[in-house]
């Protein structure tokens, strides 16, 4: 057997014993390795610009640049690394502005160590990590945003199967449930997810159906 895929996490918290804590948790699974704690946003943003973890794991409240600001650039100068908010606030403008500052998931911090570290391999995966709730909130918001569709720049951008994925992906289902439902396996799916979050400069399947919704290639109808 080969050696286990890290998956690489910067933890932003301006609380010591929540990043002492939150090491300590994740650490704990052999798959998942800490690569960088930052105590505000602007540090949060350095050490992704230098070690480019797969996922940062970001709180709101922080000195010197909050979650929102961070999280705009940390995608600016690392597309690829997922950044999962974990946080106290639940309103709505915090939710609406992080996903739209490219969060790809939204948690709680009442939530369970397991459910936690369950999020992480999901955002990881290209699968949403956001509460059902939650995520019909964020499909109704940016569906209104939508402008007209270029059918040209659709077909320049996406296969038609790509195009499946990410309407099975924006119904919610995992990628076992795509694979089953198109007849393909599981890694088949996640590497069309890969080859879509490439073409669209995205790092989740979150920021992946947002912006598909905002350009006009899926519609609400489509996400139910």
Not at 17 to 39: C, N, Q, S
Not at 123 to 140: F, M, Q, T
Not at 155 to 176: H, Q, W, Y
């Amino acid at each position: 057997m080969g050696p286990v895929h890290k998956i690489t996490v910067l933890i932003a918290d301006d609380h010591d014993l929540v990043r002492e804590g939150t090491r300590e948790l994740l650490e704990r699974e052999e798959d998942l390795l800490v690569v960088a704690e930052a105590g505000d946003g602007r540090e949060a943003v350095r050490l992704t610009a230098k070690h480019h973890p797969n996922v940062a794991l970001m709180d709101i409240d922080m000195p010197k640049l909050n979650g929102i600001g961070a999280t705009k650039e940390i995608k600016s100068i690392s597309p690829s690394t997922a950044v999962l908010i974990l946080t106290a606030y639940d309103d709505d403008q915090y939710v609406f502005a992080l996903i739209d500052a490219g969060a790809a998931g939204y948690l709680l911090k009442n939530v369970r160590g397991r459910d936690l570290i369950a999020a992480i391999r999901a955002v990881h995966a290209g699968e949403s990590a956001l509460h059902p709730v939650i995520a019909r909130k964020v499909l109704n918001r940016f569906t209104h945003r939508t402008r007209h569709p270029d059918v040209e720049s659709i077909a320049a951008e996406l296969s038609d199967r790509e195009l499946g994925v990410l309407r099975l992906a924006a119904k919610g289902m995992t990628n076992r449930d795509i694979a089953r439902d198109l007849n393909l396996s599981e890694r088949t799916i996640q590497a069309h997810l890969s080859t879509i979050f490439t073409k669209m400069e995205v790092g989740s399947r979150t920021e992946a159906v947002v912006q598909a919704l905002r350009e006009g290639w899926l519609t609400l109808d489509e996400t139910l």
